[in-house]
């Protein structure tokens, strides 16, 4: 499977945006998939992951309660909701898969593509 983001943009403290990272691939509605990110100057963390049957979700401490990952299966596309966005939210957001549970080490993914970048100013 190969994974590709898309939404990025510039947006102002407060304000909202929504991701969808997009799969291609044999099977592709069937990966468990991740958002990470990764600011300047820091490694790529862990934001959210959703299982395949989106019955699944799980969340780092700084996107909990302000962001919502979601899956149209029969669009092979994994959203991110991103809400009441704050300066430290600025990075590359990327989407990765695996098989099984949830799991938040970036390791543990593939399908790596492009990122798209989230600028959120004041």
């Known amino acids: 499977v190969q994974l590709q983001a898309f939404g990025g943009g510039l947006v102002q403290t407060g304000g909202s945006l929504r991701l969808s990272c997009v799969a291609t691939?044999?099977?592709?509605?069937?990966?468990?998939v991740s958002w990470f990110r990764q600011a300047p100057g820091k490694e790529r963390e862990f934001v959210a992951a959703i299982n395949w049957a989106g019955d699944k979700t799980g969340y780092s401490d700084s996107a909990e309660g302000r962001f919502t990952i979601s899956r149209d299966n029969a669009k092979a596309t994994v959203f991110l909701q991103m809400s009441n966005l704050r300066s430290e939210d600025t990075a590359v957001y990327s989407c990765g898969a695996r098989l099984g549970q949830l799991d938040p080490t970036l390791n543990n993914h593939d399908g790596w593509g492009p990122g798209t970048l989230v600028t959120v100013s004041s």
């Open positions: 691939g044999r099977a592709a509605g069937t990966y468990t």
